[in-house]
């Protein structure tokens, strides 16, 4: 289906979520959302604050409570809710994703696919809703034993701005088909989409309370859902920093159920026996410089064996200069603008000292034009693994290049980091990918690509890049409490 680019799109609504209601926030205060593009003001946002917390996990709860509309329905239907919501965000594809391109600055083409995903997620999850199983246990003859899967309760689902409706969907998802109730609360940077997916809640039937969307910054809307002591799970995606400061809080509260998906620093391994270098500077390419380099496991650090090394450097530079940034809205661009001035002044602060390290500046390294927050295309080459490029994640268009001589050498490399998200390895060894993919200390391990992600598939990291696991089956478990229950079997008859 073809989808029509309009950069003249509005947003359409701007208050807090609540109950099924659209209200203002308690404290009457509001915040701008930007356009990367522009750096101009699209709108003020209705601030949700400690108050309009409170209020949206009263409802949750009262949604949640034993009789209610939502405790008492029906699996299958549950499930039905999930697909009626992703047959609607389907619906009305055209329009999210021009609202998504506005605030978040991706190109057009890549807004459609995003939500494309997220479409795909919702009806995943809602295949399984009638699919949460527990199991029968044998014991000693006396006692007859099973277990249930129960919905944990409140669920606060904090996403991020990057890919803002694959993450909404991902938490969704799952959290519902359990029979959680929850409070959204979305990146300031990228409210408005989750806002118009609260529209379409309420058009697909769900009962008031069971999805509330507070907008608002982390440290007040953010920090007060973690410390709610009403507030059963949290699940965030963001960074390592602020992913501390919530596993900190929930345990400091009520010890609430934490899901944490943080930062990474990936490694990615080229081997000299790969069997088509082009192809691997194409995987390596795509790996680093999709969504703006704004993922969390991006390719961040590529390591090429030293027969090849010059090569891949000198094709990965040619590649990086012919990628096409400027207007999202335009179907030729394929890298828009950083998400906002932050993001913008750290990106360009780490190419400056990757300059002073000592890496080799191949091309870019510097601001794309004059307005918002573009950064050219960079590669660098000659990186060294003490240098912050290498260490430190950028979350921008910045390649780093790495040498080595050994498999041994680059698994060693590889696990050098206090990050785990993802890792890959091309080669055409299957020896190698092997042992690769058994020795490095990551949650995803790809082999011969690279940000091959699937709904069926769990994601999550090891170390500093977070705990627990979204997507596939075991996304699932994460929202669910586990009931033992054990009955005495009688020996005579009564």
């Known amino acids: 289906m073809h989808f029509k680019p309009d950069p003249n799109v509005q947003p359409k ?12 926030s308690a404290g009457g205060k509001k915040f701008p ?18 108050a309009d917390i409170e209020k949206a996990v009263q409802a949750a709860r009262a949604a949640f409570k034993n009789g209610s ?78 277990t249930r899967l129960e919905p944990i309760g409140v669920c606060g689902l904090i996403t991020p701005w990057n890919v803002p409706l694959i993450l909404l969907s991902n938490k969704l998802g799952p959290a519902l088909a359990t029979g ?14 989750a806002l118009y997916v609260a529209n379409l809640v309420k058009e697909a039937g769900f009962p008031p309370g069971v999805i509330n969307v507070v907008p608002g910054y982390g440290p007040t809307a953010g920090g007060t859902l973690t410390t709610h002591l009403d507030v059963d799970k949290v699940s965030f995606t963001g960074s390592t920093e602020v992913g501390k400061l919530i596993q900190q809080a929930a345990g400091k509260s009520n010890l609430k159920r934490v899901t944490l998906e943080m930062g990474g620093k990936s490694p990615l391994v080229v081997c000299s026996d790969v069997e088509n270098l082009d192809q691997a500077v194409q995987i390596a390419h795509h790996g680093l410089f999709f969504n703006q380099g704004q993922a ?11 027969d090849i090394y010059d ?36 990106i360009l602060e780490l190419i400056e000292s990757g300059k002073k390290e000592g890496a080799k500046l191949e091309c870019g390294g510097g601001r794309h034009g004059n307005r918002g927050y573009f950064v050219q295309p960079t590669v660098f080459s000659n990186v060294q693994d003490n240098m912050r490029i290498a260490k430190e994640e950028i979350f921008g268009p910045v390649m780093q290049i790495m040498k080595f001589k ?38 995803t391990i790809w082999v011969n690509c690279f940000l091959t992600i699937s709904v069926q598939v769990p994601f999550g990291g090891y170390k500093m890049s977070g705990q627990g696991r979204e997507f596939g089956t075991d996304a699932l478990h994460s929202y669910c409490e586990i009931k033992s229950v054990t009955t005495m079997i009688p020996q005579k008859n009564s």
């Not at 959302?33 to 400690?50: H, L, M, R, S, Y």
């Not at 969390?296 to 030293?306: D, G, K, L, M, Y």
């Not at 590889?414 to 949650?443: C, F, H, M, P, W």
């Open 13 to 24: 609504y701007t208050q807090i979520f609540i109950n099924n209601e659209w209200m203002n």
């Open 33 to 50: 959302v930007i356009n990367p593009a522009t750096a101009e003001k699209i709108c003020d946002v209705q601030e949700g604050d400690k």
């Open 69 to 146: 509309v939502w405790r008492t329905m029906d699996a299958y239907d549950r499930g039905r809710l999930l697909s009626k919501l992703s047959d609607l965000i389907e619906r009305d594809t055209e329009y999210l994703g021009n609202l998504l391109t506005l605030e978040n600055g991706k190109p057009f083409v890549d807004s459609t696919w995003e939500i494309a995903a997220a479409i795909k997620t919702l009806r995943y999850f809602a295949g399984c809703a009638d699919k949460i199983h527990g199991k029968t246990i044998p014991s000693d003859g006396s006692t007859f034993t099973y």
């Open 180 to 193: 959680n109730t929850v409070v959204l609360k979305p990146a300031e940077q990228t409210p408005l989409t």
């Open 296 to 306: 969390c496991c991006a390719s961040t650090r590529i390591f090429v064996q030293e």
């Open 311 to 346: 090569a891949f450097v000198a094709k990965s530079t040619e590649l990086a200069m012919k990628r096409i940034v400027g207007d999202p809205y335009d179907g030729k661009t394929v890298q828009g603008p950083q998400i906002d001035d932050e993001q913008f002044n750290k």
């Open 406 to 443: 050994t498999l041994e050498e680059a698994i060693e490399r590889s696990n050098n980091t206090e990050y785990g998200l993802a890792a890959g390895i091309l080669t055409k060894d299957l020896n190698k990918a092997t042992l690769y993919s058994q020795q490095v200390r990551a949650g």
